[in-house]
């Protein structure tokens, strides 16, 4: 039995900031566009707060295709004149420029309670308060509760719960939760400032839940715009006839399905998210036909993180280049995967998404 | 040294968030994947803390698909297994009835079918026992098709339930006693995802699900349905076909569904495992059944009238819940199929 094929104009492998960026923008152009993606994306497990150069004009042209879907699902992401400043679940300053204003911990924020959840270890509030006293000089309460039953459309009397909890028993006025819900509304929040008459708002935290938010608001936006979603779908190899790709080779659990493309856009991200490999020497393609290089980064402290970080596939004018130096004219890279880009941790989705954005005419030039 | 799974976790936590049984049985009594996967055997001393904590796991393989590091966790979680033996009541059970019959449950079904053919459809132990409608229905359409479709006289249980409670032996032993029948056939077709898995790994020629066999094979062009009074089924994705099979199967079952006039499917607001694998229904009934009415609750909130599942297991596991319909898929397709 011969493997499903699958055609599309372009098809792009990767599924998380950039990739998503890219297929959005390319299949509400009209093309015919499918993303494949396997484990987990590092923009899921970011904070999924994104800080943007507000000079760039794809900030605008972002905003216009995302932004405005984002609100027709009611998750009120706002896109900021300036960049604030918010509080991580570890008491560190973070910058940025998309997210929820009402929901978030910022350095505004004064008269603050930090309330750890036992058992969860998305807030530490002890360590939280100790550090944002050491690096800020700002203080903060930090207070722990008992856990509750995990939040499902099915249990909701746990919020009236819980909202009793911070009412009767916190005096300050800003309540910091560690994330507590996937719901990109943010109504478990909304309903707990209601009823608790408190601002309870929500730390910046990686590895939880915001970050998933975020995945999944691209990806629900993505298949609204047309683009075909292949998940948990790897990529496993790539036929290249001289200076063009035209066939790619995925696996699907225990089988595997060939693509058909015009164009290839490589977006599987760094290391995190399985798109490079350390192979005790170094950074490797895991694929291991594209050159690797890294490029000067500094901020780092540890040179194994910093090499890591740093490291990522070589481009001539956008365009993958294979270990023996041949540019593939239609395999274009983004993302993470390019050298010097998201680093150092903390930052990069902003970047990711617009220098994505910005790669569509060299796509549609290999087309 | 230490292993690839131990040496590659970089902790960031992902496979603990992902787990559908830490979500309900919290720590100590269940300590998630990375601790059973990962910190258990690096610190080798932390073994014996870990108490029911392996057998616990459904192996839905939830952890492994998010793992930004790609590691085989479940595989991991079975060898911990292995290491602590066979404890439970229904693991042992499960190896008596296989010493006295071949199969992990008494065989109990008669099917009518031709006993030679090139397609052999491969009933597996479950699907005899549990849910013998979907085997009969589904030879019938495929005899209808014109596939050359037969049971053997004979089979044995492909392995998969016993390699999941650790019992290599069983599962070596099995594999020979099923070779020489198995051997023959021109392609397998099953409609169990833990069979369609087992069995291809050691097999040279195509053994699918019949999800495959009938989109890939037969083609949906060939497939003829009739119309059902308008229903909402919520399709339940069953682990060990989305994420051992490939999620390719699922797709498939949304558009042979979807070509259904009266059937609409309705996407329920949270996917997960139905705590039906891995043994766990045996070694920890009420764990699965909770597991299971968190599935129902969700199918129903979300307005289903009934829930489809292509997996025997599922099935079996979800019907205990007692408070909706659920049904085989590929039983639920023959009885709306006019190829018969
Ligand atoms: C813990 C953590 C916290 C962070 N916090 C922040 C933050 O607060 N703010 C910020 O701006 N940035 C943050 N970042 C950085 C940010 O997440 C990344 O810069 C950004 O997500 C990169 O996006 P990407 O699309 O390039 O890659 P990813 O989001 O990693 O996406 C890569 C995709 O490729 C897929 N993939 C990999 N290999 C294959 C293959 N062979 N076949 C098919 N698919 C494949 C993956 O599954 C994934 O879908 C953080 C990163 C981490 C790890």
Redesign the interface.
Known sequence: ?SP?VVDVDIFIAGGGAAGLTLASRMASNGYRVAVAS???A?TA?STGRVLFNHDDPAVAEWASLFLTRFRSRESNYDLLERPTVAMTNIGTPLKQSLTNSSFDWTLEDRDVAVVGVI?N?DLDSDLACLELRRSLGICARPLWIS?FP?P???NNHFVGELADILKDNISENTIVLPPISSDPTYALLTKLQNLSGKRVVEAATP??LPGLRFQLLLEDVAEEVGVRL????RLISIKIHGKEANEAVL?????T?IVKFSALVLATGNL???GLAVNGRGVIDPLNIFRVSSTQASGIHSSTLRNALSSGLDTCKGRAITKQGVVIRNVIPIGSLLKGVSYPLGYGLGEVMLEAWKSAPIVEDAL | MMSRIEDGC?K???CQ?ACPVF??E??PYFQGPRRIAVEAPRFSRELTSLSDSPHMCTSCALCE??????LPITEAVLKMRTHYGIESEGGRRMISNINQYGRTIAPTSKFTSPVSGSTLFFPGCIGDARVPSAVQGAVDMLIALGDQVYIPNEWYCCGSPLEKIGAKSEVDRLQEMNSAILGTAERIVTACPGCT?QL?KNSNV?VLHVL?HLF??ITPSRLRWRSTNPINVALHSPCHL????????MDYAREILGSIAGVRVIDM??EGCCGGGGGVTSTFPEMALKMAR?RV?SAI?AGAHMILAPCPFCVVNLRRVGDLEVKDLTAFLTELSLCR
């Open positions: 039995m499903p396997s484990s987990i590092a497990i058992g270890n856990p995990y499902t459309a099915a590895l939880s292949l998940k948990d779908r696996s699907s659990g225990m089988r399905i995190a998210s399985g | 970089i960031c936590g992902t968030n979500r309900i919290n720590y698909s998010v793992c930004p590091s790609r898995f291809q195509d495959e890939e094979v989305v994420r051992s099979v490939g999620p390719h199967t607001d949270d968190l609750e909130r």
